[in-house]
């Protein structure tokens, strides 16, 4: 499985951190937006994706890449791409491995892995609790709810399109919609809150994407 790394993305939303891409054979066949309203399917992303699998680098030369950041550096792992897996079950080796390469630096990311399966669910506390943070991305706000109650990482949640003020979930969990989205902060580079493994909040997206009305349909089931 490839992965390249962009050293300084030229994307506004995420300012001009480091972000990786990885192959879409990473995605697990369970995400619901996969080739159905997946923000990453069309635009100048979709063709960084689309290449990935020929001009990318193999896992351990990625690491290494990720081990040569300067300290304290923030980037972002798989602005399109999942955690690698074998089966639908997370890869815990390579994990580990940039698990590890992260080590001094601040990464984060975020995964639609299955996650009643149980090595899944290991695996993302794990790096977790080792200082990468993987948030579990919830498909509506009754999941946020259940991933929110799993206790093994911060939750990310997709919203209906015009939802711009923050909300709750049937819970009572406090959702704060992206402050990039409403303007509140000008990028990842300078909000920073999904790099926060240790939030309480869950942090809500607005569907958004050429595909965005396939994708709000999955956010209000």
Known sequence: MKIRLTKKSRNKKTGPIPVSTTERKSCPTTCPFKKNGCYADSGPLAIVWDETPTIGKAWNDFCNDIK?????????????GDLPHKRQIIDSAKVEKLVNANKGKNGFTYTHHDLSIKENRHAIKQANKKGFTVNLSANNLKQADEYKSLNIGPVAVVLPIDQMTNTTTPNGNKVIVCPVVTGKAES????????????KSIIGFP???????KAERVALE
């Open 68 to 80: 040569n950041l300067k300290d304290g550096q923030l980037w972002r792992h798989n602005q399109a």
């Open 207 to 213: 569907a958004h994407g050429t595909s965005k009305k």
């Open 188 to 199: 990842c580079a300078t909000c920073k809150l999904c790099a926060i493994f240790t939030r």
